[in-house]
Protein backbone atom coordinates (compact mmCIF):
# COMPACT_ATOMS: atom_id res chain seq x y z
CA UNK A 1 0.00 0.00 0.00
CA UNK A 2 1.70 3.17 -1.34
CA UNK A 3 0.89 6.33 0.66
CA UNK A 4 0.66 9.39 -1.73
CA UNK A 5 1.76 12.36 1.15
CA UNK A 6 2.43 14.86 -1.38
CA UNK A 7 1.15 15.66 -4.66
CA UNK A 8 1.23 19.34 -5.95
CA UNK A 9 1.33 21.02 -9.59
CA UNK A 10 2.68 24.20 -10.23
CA UNK A 11 1.26 26.01 -13.22
CA UNK A 12 4.81 27.85 -13.51
CA UNK A 13 8.07 28.05 -12.20
CA UNK A 14 9.28 31.60 -11.33
CA UNK A 15 12.80 32.15 -11.81
CA UNK A 16 14.09 31.89 -8.65
CA UNK A 17 12.75 28.48 -8.09
CA UNK A 18 13.12 27.46 -11.36
CA UNK A 19 17.18 28.74 -10.82
CA UNK A 20 17.22 26.97 -7.55
CA UNK A 21 15.98 23.44 -8.76
CA UNK A 22 18.62 23.50 -11.80
CA UNK A 23 20.95 23.90 -9.24
CA UNK A 24 20.23 21.31 -6.52
CA UNK A 25 18.85 18.42 -9.13
CA UNK A 26 20.91 15.68 -10.63
CA UNK A 27 18.37 15.11 -13.15
CA UNK A 28 17.09 16.90 -16.47
CA UNK A 29 16.89 20.79 -15.79
CA UNK A 30 13.76 23.65 -15.57
CA UNK A 31 13.68 26.74 -17.13
CA UNK A 32 11.21 29.42 -15.97
CA UNK A 33 7.67 28.96 -16.87
CA UNK A 34 7.61 25.58 -16.99
CA UNK A 35 4.87 23.31 -15.26
CA UNK A 36 6.15 21.02 -12.67
CA UNK A 37 4.42 18.31 -10.25
CA UNK A 38 6.44 17.21 -7.23
CA UNK A 39 4.93 13.85 -5.98
CA UNK A 40 5.86 12.20 -2.21
CA UNK A 41 5.17 9.08 -1.61
CA UNK A 42 6.05 6.36 1.20
CA UNK A 43 7.57 3.93 0.94
CA UNK A 44 10.32 5.78 -0.50
CA UNK A 45 11.34 2.64 -3.35
CA UNK A 46 8.31 2.70 -4.55
CA UNK A 47 9.27 5.99 -6.36
CA UNK A 48 11.00 3.88 -8.81
CA UNK A 49 7.89 2.88 -10.25
CA UNK A 50 6.00 5.96 -10.37
CA UNK A 51 9.02 7.74 -12.36
CA UNK A 52 8.78 4.78 -14.70
CA UNK A 53 4.78 5.02 -15.07
CA UNK A 54 5.20 9.36 -15.36
CA UNK A 55 7.55 9.00 -18.18
CA UNK A 56 6.20 6.67 -20.42
CA UNK A 57 3.09 7.86 -20.86
CA UNK A 58 4.01 11.73 -20.99
CA UNK A 59 5.94 14.06 -22.54
CA UNK A 60 7.89 15.22 -19.19
CA UNK A 61 10.93 15.40 -17.85
CA UNK A 62 12.08 14.10 -14.29
CA UNK A 63 14.41 16.89 -12.52
CA UNK A 64 14.65 14.87 -9.24
CA UNK A 65 14.26 11.27 -7.87
CA UNK A 66 15.02 11.02 -4.46
CA UNK A 67 14.80 7.18 -2.99
CA UNK A 68 14.72 7.47 1.13
CA UNK A 69 13.82 4.59 3.32
CA UNK A 70 10.88 6.38 4.05
CA UNK A 71 9.67 8.94 1.81
CA UNK A 72 10.45 9.34 -2.01
CA UNK A 73 9.99 12.31 -4.14
CA UNK A 74 9.67 12.94 -7.73
CA UNK A 75 9.66 16.05 -9.85
CA UNK A 76 8.58 16.24 -13.06
CA UNK A 77 8.45 19.22 -15.15
CA UNK A 78 7.59 20.39 -18.81
CA UNK A 79 6.30 23.09 -21.34
CA UNK A 80 3.22 21.98 -21.46
CA UNK A 81 0.96 22.17 -18.40
CA UNK A 82 -1.42 19.44 -20.16
CA UNK A 83 1.40 16.86 -19.84
CA UNK A 84 2.41 17.71 -16.83
CA UNK A 85 -1.34 16.85 -15.69
CA UNK A 86 -1.57 13.81 -17.91
CA UNK A 87 1.63 12.30 -16.00
CA UNK A 88 -0.04 13.06 -13.05
CA UNK A 89 -3.41 11.02 -13.78
CA UNK A 90 -1.40 8.61 -14.76
CA UNK A 91 0.76 8.19 -11.34
CA UNK A 92 -2.44 8.37 -9.38
CA UNK A 93 -4.26 5.80 -11.64
CA UNK A 94 -1.31 3.13 -11.32
CA UNK A 95 -1.38 4.21 -7.62
CA UNK A 96 -5.25 3.94 -7.50
CA UNK A 97 -5.69 7.29 -5.75
CA UNK A 98 -7.03 10.59 -6.12
CA UNK A 99 -5.51 13.96 -5.75
CA UNK A 100 -8.01 14.05 -2.18
CA UNK A 101 -6.02 11.00 -1.06
CA UNK A 102 -2.86 13.37 -0.53
CA UNK A 103 -1.81 14.63 2.38
CA UNK A 104 -3.46 18.45 3.75
CA UNK A 105 0.21 19.88 4.45
CA UNK A 106 0.40 21.36 7.91
CA UNK A 107 3.11 24.78 8.75
CA UNK A 108 4.61 23.33 11.71
CA UNK A 109 6.91 26.39 12.25
CA UNK A 110 6.51 29.90 10.73
CA UNK A 111 8.78 32.69 11.98
CA UNK A 112 10.17 36.62 10.79
CA UNK A 113 13.68 37.71 12.07
CA UNK A 114 13.73 41.74 11.17
CA UNK A 115 17.14 42.86 10.77
CA UNK A 116 19.38 39.68 10.81
CA UNK A 117 22.80 40.24 12.46
CA UNK A 118 26.16 40.13 9.79
CA UNK A 119 26.98 36.60 11.84
CA UNK A 120 23.81 35.14 11.59
CA UNK A 121 23.89 35.56 7.90
CA UNK A 122 27.02 34.23 8.03
CA UNK A 123 25.64 31.07 9.38
CA UNK A 124 22.28 30.62 6.75
CA UNK A 125 25.03 31.42 3.98
CA UNK A 126 26.98 28.06 4.56
CA UNK A 127 24.55 26.00 4.19
CA UNK A 128 22.35 27.61 1.49
CA UNK A 129 22.09 26.80 -2.59
CA UNK A 130 20.22 30.20 -3.00
CA UNK A 131 20.57 33.63 -3.18
CA UNK A 132 22.78 35.48 0.10
CA UNK A 133 20.83 36.51 3.21
CA UNK A 134 22.33 40.13 3.93
CA UNK A 135 22.99 41.66 6.95
CA UNK A 136 20.08 43.93 8.07
CA UNK A 137 17.56 42.17 6.01
CA UNK A 138 14.77 40.18 6.94
CA UNK A 139 14.36 36.20 7.44
CA UNK A 140 11.80 34.61 7.00
CA UNK A 141 11.41 30.69 7.79
CA UNK A 142 8.85 27.95 6.94
CA UNK A 143 8.76 24.47 8.22
CA UNK A 144 5.91 22.53 6.84
CA UNK A 145 4.93 19.04 7.07
CA UNK A 146 4.72 16.70 4.31
CA UNK A 147 8.39 18.01 3.37
CA UNK A 148 7.39 18.36 -0.62
CA UNK A 149 4.76 21.10 0.08
CA UNK A 150 8.23 23.36 0.58
CA UNK A 151 7.92 24.02 -3.17
CA UNK A 152 4.44 25.04 -3.80
CA UNK A 153 5.46 27.74 -0.76
CA UNK A 154 8.70 29.12 -2.47
CA UNK A 155 6.47 29.08 -5.84
CA UNK A 156 4.08 31.07 -4.52
CA UNK A 157 6.03 33.25 -2.49
CA UNK A 158 8.06 34.44 -5.37
CA UNK A 159 4.50 35.19 -7.42
CA UNK A 160 3.42 37.11 -4.92
CA UNK A 161 6.34 39.31 -3.71
CA UNK A 162 10.11 40.41 -4.33
CA UNK A 163 12.02 38.28 -2.01
CA UNK A 164 14.68 36.54 -2.66
CA UNK A 165 15.13 32.43 -2.06
CA UNK A 166 17.69 31.53 0.11
CA UNK A 167 17.36 28.06 0.63
CA UNK A 168 14.54 25.26 -0.38
CA UNK A 169 14.49 21.68 1.43
CA UNK A 170 11.52 19.53 0.20
CA UNK A 171 12.50 16.22 1.01
CA UNK A 172 12.49 14.31 4.92
CA UNK A 173 10.71 13.95 7.62
CA UNK A 174 9.77 17.91 7.02
CA UNK A 175 10.29 20.69 4.41
CA UNK A 176 11.99 23.91 5.07
CA UNK A 177 11.72 27.07 2.95
CA UNK A 178 14.20 30.15 3.76
CA UNK A 179 13.47 33.73 2.64
CA UNK A 180 15.53 36.80 2.74
CA UNK A 181 14.59 40.76 1.73
CA UNK A 182 13.08 43.67 2.61
CA UNK A 183 10.76 43.25 5.98
CA UNK A 184 7.52 44.56 3.68
CA UNK A 185 8.12 41.92 0.63
CA UNK A 186 9.20 38.79 3.70
CA UNK A 187 5.44 39.81 4.78
CA UNK A 188 3.80 39.55 1.88
CA UNK A 189 5.56 36.78 0.44
CA UNK A 190 5.07 34.36 3.94
CA UNK A 191 1.16 35.44 3.77
CA UNK A 192 0.51 34.21 0.21
CA UNK A 193 3.21 30.74 0.92
CA UNK A 194 0.65 30.30 3.70
CA UNK A 195 -2.34 30.80 2.03
CA UNK A 196 -1.34 28.50 -0.66
CA UNK A 197 -0.49 25.68 1.59
CA UNK A 198 -4.18 26.33 3.72
CA UNK A 199 -5.71 26.29 -0.04
CA UNK A 200 -4.59 22.46 -0.43
CA UNK A 201 -7.56 19.75 -0.20
CA UNK A 202 -6.43 16.27 1.42
CA UNK A 203 -6.98 14.38 4.14
CA UNK A 204 -6.08 14.97 7.43
CA UNK A 205 -2.55 15.64 8.42
CA UNK A 206 -1.65 15.57 12.47
CA UNK A 207 1.87 16.47 11.39
CA UNK A 208 3.59 13.04 12.36
CA UNK A 209 5.16 10.72 10.17
Do not use: C, W
Not at 17 to 44: C, D, H, M, N, R
Not at 196 to 203: K, N, S, T, V
Request: proline share 4%; aromatic share 6%; no cysteine.
Amino acid sequence: MVDLRTYVFLDAMQPQFASYVATTAKGYLPVSGQAALYVEIAPGIAINRVTDVALKKNDVKPAMQVVERAFGVLEIHSDSQAEVLEAGAAILDYLGLKVGDRLRPKVMSSEIITGVDDYQTMLVNRTRQGNMLLGGETLYILETHPAAYAVLAANEAEKASPIKLIDVRPVGAFGRLYLGGEEEAIREAAKAAEKALADIEGRANDGRG
